[in-house]
């Protein structure tokens, strides 16, 4: 595959990725994402087929699929389909999944999809700028003309400029065993690769904590280069929620 250690940092990690969702209320969730995008999925056409080509745990696929829409889920690393597999089996939603990466999309379809998302903070797993380009190629090639291309990040303008280095969650119960994860940032400027520590603290009873780290690498990006990468790909912004306070932002592009 690429040459890209967040395939290996994300397969690692897989078990506890779910741990950070644990306590949302995962079909709340779905709805949210579903309602931010209705309009888009509601102009569909029958039999329209949609991407997610970063489906991760599987959350936003799954609702894709419980909406009745004919989503394919695809994701660079093996143990992230896993999850994406388990979570669509757990709620009696199947679908196909493929461990791809962006870049293996066109050797692996045409142009082919009405909607491709990219959604969760995924794009900013990037090698670099000149590494986005190429994967926003490749999801601009899968997908057909006219067709529309979702993808959503957090806010690396307010990142950057808080310059926060560390949160902490409360406790968190998943299974049998209770957590408390903190995020510590080892934030670079924009476009310069930087990662983020996350540490578990796993409570299994009152006398034993264990301390399990993981570490996640990625490029922020400004909002406004972003933009302009976008462009260069052809791609048309149809809508963009980017606001300088706000944590996320989401921008629909046409091809
Ligand atoms: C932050 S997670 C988001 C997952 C899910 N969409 C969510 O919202 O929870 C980022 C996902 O992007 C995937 N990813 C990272 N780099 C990728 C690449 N080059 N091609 C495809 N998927 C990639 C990771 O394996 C991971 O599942």
Redesign the pocket.
Known sequence: M?N?N??K???SM?HF?NV??SGCDMKEYENTFINEYEDLLNSLPVNGKVL??????????TALKRNGINVIG????E???N?TQQYSKDNNLLFPTKQ??????PNNFGDDFDIV???????????DKE?MLN?IKSLYRVTKNGGKIVI?TRNWDKVIKENIRFTTSDVKKYIDKKYVFTYIWNLNSFDERSNVEILFIEITNDKETKCIPFK?DFTPFKHDEFISRLRDCGLKTVKDNFQLNNDMYSIILEK
Request: charge should be negative.
């Open positions: 690429d890209n967040v395939e940092q994300y397969n897989s990725y950070l969702y997610d080509s970063s489906c991760g745990n599987g959350i936003q696929a695809t994701d660079i690393s143990e992230m389909i999850l791809l990466s962006w870049q293996q999309l998302f990219c959604c969760g903070n995924s794009i900013c797993h990037s090698i590494d994967n959503d996640l």
